[in-house]
């Protein structure tokens, strides 16, 4: 190998990158960026290796990403790690995503705190296997006070059920007359989800080549930006240079929430 060559190549990537991240900042930046990180599985299967090495390689994507977010300015991320159909994985598997979760953070929570950052999480974590439990808690306690990017780990989520929670919550206050039913609007129902208070994401990327939602924020996308990778790019080989084409793909798009563009002579 040559290694002068390789440096320098690596060196015109990190160069290219910073020039990307101040053009991107120069304009107006995503508030929320959530992503679908898929084909962990596809990609430890095309190197001959077991499901769970895509997952680890998978694992080692996010700390990259979770950097640039936060030094773009970005303010919230949500990760989809572990749907509700997940279950339905082999046991091995599981138990192989979740000691990954567990082993991420012990490893990288005391940078991420460093860094400002504050991990929340949306599902419902009381299900979890003890050990994974505990991990999830300690990070969301240790970061609960930083002000920097907010990170969402999405764990044992599904939207759906999601949006069942939330009516069963609003019918037991409409029951117990804490609300009326005339109060019951948009606001009220995001209210009631496990993003309360975190804005709708804008864009909304998932590598692996599937065009698909599956199951992942229902309620909140209804006008994000949807940006799918080519179907060669599984979650492991998202790079930070797809993630920035990501971006500047999105902020060279219009939003018009159904509305339309009035041009200046209207
Ligand atoms: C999708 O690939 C990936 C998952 C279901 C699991 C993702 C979880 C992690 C990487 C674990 C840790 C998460 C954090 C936040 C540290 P797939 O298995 O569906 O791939 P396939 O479509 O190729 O089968």
Known sequence: ?????????????VNNNLYMIDIIKSKPIPKHICIIMDGNGRWAEKRGLPRTAGHRQGVEAIKDIIKVTSDIGIKYLTLYAFSTENWKRPKKEIEA????LVEYLHRELENLHKNNVKIVTIGDISVLPTKVYEEVKRAIHKTKHNTGLQVNV???????????????????????NELNIEDIDEELISNHLYTAGIPDPDLLIRTGGDWRISNFLLY???????????????????????YL?????FQNRQRRYGGIVTRKDD
Do not use: C
């Open 97 to 100: 995503i979740m000691n990954l």
């Open 154 to 176: 999405a764990l044992n989520y599904g939207g759906r059920s999601e949006i069942v929670m939330a009516i069963q919550e609003i019918a037991s206050k409409v029951a117990n």
């Open 220 to 242: 909140q996308i209804a006008y994000t930006e949807l940006w799918f990778s080519d179907a060669t790019v599984y979650w492991p080989d998202f790079s930070v240079e797809h």
């Open 245 to 249: 084409d990501a971006i500047s793909d």
């Open 1 to 13: 190998m040559n290694f002068d060559k390789f440096f320098k190549s690596k060196r015109k990537k």
